[in-house]
Nanobody, 124 residues
Framework: QVQLVESGGGLVQAGGSLRLSCAAS????????MGWFRQAPGKERESVAA????????YYADSVKGRFTISRDNAKNTVYLQMNSLKPEDTAVYYC?????????????????WGQGTQVTVSS
């Protein structure tokens, strides 16, 4: 089992940047594919990015390609989401998630473990 704790959210102006972190507990962290999801008020939770166990493969939603970068440091049991050129429509609660599935995927239902979320607000 793995426990996830996100940090790094906050209020930023459009065009700005934020870096989210997700710290994981458990010695088997490196065996999980990790993902970032977000949920805006009144909307479904959607996949933002995902990264393979060793970091060699990634997935990005079309809406964030070229602006967001997912990375992981297995020595620190941490996954990151660097968010640049932020837009008001990026405003949401961002969640870190982990899955024991061995390939990178964006399917929310396949992720077994979730953090509590961190709020990101982008002002125009």
């Amino acid at each position: 089992q793995v426990q996830l704790v996100e940090s790094g959210g906050g209020l930023v102006q459009a065009g700005g940047s934020l870096r989210l972190s997700c710290a994981a507990s458990g010695r088997t962290y490196s065996s999980y594919v990790m993902g970032w999801f977000r949920q805006a008020p009144g909307k479904e939770r959607e996949s933002v990015a995902a990264i393979s166990r060793r970091g060699g493969s990634t997935y990005y939603a079309d809406s964030v390609k070229g602006r967001f970068t997912i990375s992981r440091d297995n020595a620190k049991n941490t996954v990151y989401l660097q968010m640049n050129s932020l837009k008001p429509e990026d405003t949401a609660v961002y969640y870190c998630a982990a899955t024991g599935v061995s390939w990178v995927l964006s399917t929310r239902s396949r992720y077994e473990y979730w953090g509590q979320g961190t709020q990101v607000t982008v002002s125009s």
